[in-house]
């Protein structure tokens, strides 16, 4: 069974600064999707960012990134020029490529951004 | 376009009662997913609707159930309401345009259930 890990479950970074949240995962599949979600205190989850494990190039949203490591599993989330806004919790997620509808989330991880 | 809605947005009960909450989709969206979400806890996957069947449902006891309407709506109920029920229910919905779909899934704002 497909398992992800956020071995961070808080982080914090200043105003402006960059962020990187880890997260790594478990598979024997060879084509499956990641993503990152985002839950403010609102608690609406957020997509943030999405990668498909064919693609050799990271995904990239604004001032957000990945790093995506596929022999090693992992799937990193990079946030440059921290906001105020970005403080949320982070989920990583996987999706099986063969059952679309079969997504893991790891634990989260907690993020703070100081003014 | 008004995203997933669900209701209500907290409820207190007690031990042994039972529960229903709601979600409606996206206009569009034909798949629903609840998942539990304890307090400092990851996303735990519940179940799956999608076309009005039950499709898939993760590790939980049969006192989780649930449904999807013809218009797509879903409501996810517990019986036998235990004290560990207490978390944040979150409902998603997601086209479903074939096997090697990479659509997201959108969710709600979720109900906050508590169990005394």
């Known amino acids: ?115 | 376009e008004a995203g997933v809605t669900q209701s209500p947005t907290h409820l207190i009960k007690t031990r042994g009662q039972q529960v229903t909450l709601r979600c409606s989709p996206i206009s569009g969206h034909t798949s629903v997913y609840w998942y539990q979400q304890a307090l400092g806890l990851g996303l735990q996957f519940l179940l799956w609707y999608d076309e009005g069947e039950e499709r898939n449902r993760g590790n939980f006891p049969p006192r989780f159930s649930g449904r999807q309407f013809p218009n797509y709506s879903s409501e996810l109920n517990v019986n036998a309401l235990e004290l560990e029920d207490s978390a944040l229910y979150l409902c998603a919905s997601s086209l479903t345009l074939g096997q090697y779909s990479n659509q997201p899934q959108h969710f709600g704002d979720g109900t906050r259930l508590s169990i005394l």
Not at chain 1, 17 to 46: A, G, N
Not at chain 1, 48 to 73: M, W
Not at chain 1, 94 to 104: G, I
Request: glycine share 2%.
């Open chain 1, 1 to 115: 069974a497909q398992t992800v890990t956020q071995s961070q479950p808080e982080m914090s970074v200043q105003e402006a600064e960059t962020v990187t949240l880890s997260c790594t995962y478990d598979t024997s599949e060879s084509d499956y999707y990641l993503f990152w979600y985002k839950q403010p205190p609102s608690r609406q989850m957020i997509l943030v960012i999405r990668q498909e494990a064919y693609k050799q190039q990271n995904a990239t949203e604004n001032r957000f990134s990945v790093n995506f490591q596929k022999a090693a599993k992992s799937f990193s989330l990079k946030i440059s020029d921290s906001q105020l806004g970005d403080a949320a919790m982070y989920f990583c997620a996987y999706r099986s490529f063969y059952n679309n509808n079969d997504m893991r989330f790891g634990a989260g991880t907690r993020l703070t951004v100081k003014p």
